[in-house]
Nanobody, 119 residues
Framework: VTVAESGGGSVQAGGSLRLSCTAS????????MAWFRQAPGKERAMLAS?????????ADSVKGRFTISQGNDDKVLYVYLQMNKLTIEDTGTYYC????WGCGAMDYWGKGTQVTVSS
C-alpha cells in the first residue's frame, strides 16, 4: 500500500488550499482515511477522517473551515481536504493515512506535505 499527499504550499491568512491524497494497493473494502497535522513543536493530531461508509469527523479546530471528501477508481482511493479561512495556526506538515480497523489506528502513512500560512 502506498499513500501519497500533494497540494501543500504557502498561502496568506484567510486563503484556501486543497490537499489531495492517494492510497494505492489497498486490498480491503472497508477503511478509514484521515488527515493529520503536525505543527512546529507539537504532536501530530487528527484533523478530519472519513470511512468507507462515508461517515466523516472533524476536530473542533477545523470544523466549519475544512471539508474532507473521497473518491475512488478501480485501484486507488482518493481523499481530499479543502481548507478555507486558513490561519497562521494551520501551519504545519499535513499527513494522510489509511487504516483498516476504524480511525483509531492507521496502518499506512504518507510522507507529508507542508502547508505554511503567513500573515
Amino acid at each position: 500500500v502506498t499513500v501519497a499527499e500533494s497540494g501543500g504550499g504557502s498561502v496568506q491568512a484567510g486563503g484556501s488550499l486543497r490537499l489531495s491524497c492517494t492510497a494505492s494497493g489497498w486490498p480491503y473494502s472497508s477503511y478509514c482515511m484521515a488527515w493529520f497535522r503536525q505543527a512546529p513543536g507539537k504532536e501530530r493530531a487528527m484533523l478530519a477522517s472519513i470511512d468507507s461508509d462515508g461517515v466523516n469527523m472533524y476536530a473542533d479546530s477545523v470544523k466549519g473551515r475544512f471539508t474532507i471528501s473521497q473518491g475512488n477508481d478501480d485501484k486507488v482511493l482518493y481523499v481530499y481536504l479543502q481548507m478555507n479561512k486558513l490561519t497562521i495556526e494551520d501551519t504545519g506538515t499535513y499527513y494522510c493515512a489509511i487504516g483498516r480497523w476504524g480511525c483509531g489506528a492507521m496502518d499506512y502513512w504518507g510522507k507529508g506535505t507542508q502547508v505554511t500560512v503567513s500573515s
